[in-house]
């Protein structure tokens, strides 16, 4: 009976991943140009090194100063109209739409003597403008504040040549850590703001894509102690490789690069190279996983559970019964959003 359900399972998956059919195979491409502005490439010029030489040299020295790599000075222009936050990226792109970051605003009821605590919702790869609104709105009700945040090439910020969010996750090796640096420190901009309008404690949401932005984040900013990850995974080179919704990246890839020079060229925005940062931090995370994911396969997740029981650090595990796409579907997205909400009200 076990098995059948998760050829059931399986097959749901396979069915929902096949819903988009506007998946481009993109060439191959270094990235070299996205690495200017990253902080350590003034100080470590591409001298004599080949592509893949240099990228990994720049991964190596931004591991070894991440808080650099994922440091930023503050917006100014914090601007909130009605329930919609925008402020200037600090990081710049060839992209005016994606210069421009858009917060959807939650707000719970001002309660007399309840404390002030808010979370950022990051959501999936992909995700359109609506989406996760419902876990935000869900999350306000119970008297936390909620601000769900575009992720870099999403929805208001994705240029108009595309119809999914490809500069995110992509062939480009360059490109994808530079959204992935501007995705984490767009997030730690918004924890300013929610700082700056009197909030005592700042939680945060991630999901599939926006789980590993989420854990970055965390990791680098002392003041998001409350954590939870839905769809937890290890290397961004190996779910982009084997995970079934990136078949279209690796074989853009698989022609040029490695698996292992991918990592190589990915390790600083891997999640595992932090583990033992973050096990110091005394977060309070909530990792969840499905137990039929393909997209995440399921196997990445386990690891990351079981560095957490080996490291002893608090956390929190709960693995549904379903996989990567049918998380978003009834009844697991309401079960979900159940453990998320009960751990950010038991914890901010």
Known sequence: MSSLYARWMYDWDARLNS??????????????????????????????HDPHGYLKLLN??????????????TPSDFVLEGNRLRFT???????PENNT??????????????RKVAAVVLPHWN???????????????????????SLPYHDFRMPAELERADYAVSSNLGRTVDATRQAVIDTRCCVDWLERQGF?????????????YAYLASVHDARLKVNAFAHCSTYFADVVWEGLSTQ???????????????????????????????????????FLY???????????????????????????????????YSLGETPFKFMAGYHIVNHLKRNL
Request: charged fraction near 20%; proline fraction near 7%; hydrophobic fraction near 40%.
């Open 248 to 286: 279209h990246i690796r074989q853009g890839l698989e022609s040029a690069v490695t698996l292992e020079q991918l990592r190589d060229v990915w390790n600083v925005i891997s999640p595992p190279n932090y583990v033992e940062r973050y096990a110091r931090l005394g977060k309070k995370p909530l």
């Open 19 to 48: 819903v988009s059919t506007n998946r481009v195979v993109r060439p191959f491409e270094w990235g070299l140009e996205w690495t200017r502005q990253w902080p350590a490439a003034a100080r470590l010029p591409q001298n004599g």
């Open 89 to 95: 990226s600090p990081v710049k792109t060839p992209y």
């Open 101 to 114: 970051v858009h917060g959807q605003w939650f707000p719970a009821a001002d309660k007399p003597g309840r």
């Open 127 to 149: 995700a359109s403008a609506a989406q996760h609104g419902a876990l935000c709105a869900g999350m306000a009700k119970f008297g936390i504040n909620a601000l769900r945040v």
């Open 200 to 212: 005592e404690s700042i939680g945060i949401v991630g999901t599939s894509l926006g789980s590993c």
């Open 60 to 73: 190596q020295a931004a591991l070894a100063n991440s808080d650099e790599f994922f440091g930023y000075k």
């Open 290 to 324: 499905a137990r039929y994911d393909t997209t995440f396969p399921t196997r990445f997740s386990e690891q990351v559970i079981a560095k957490a029981r080996e490291l002893g650090f608090e956390h929190r595990v709960v693995a549904l019964p379903c996989g990567h």
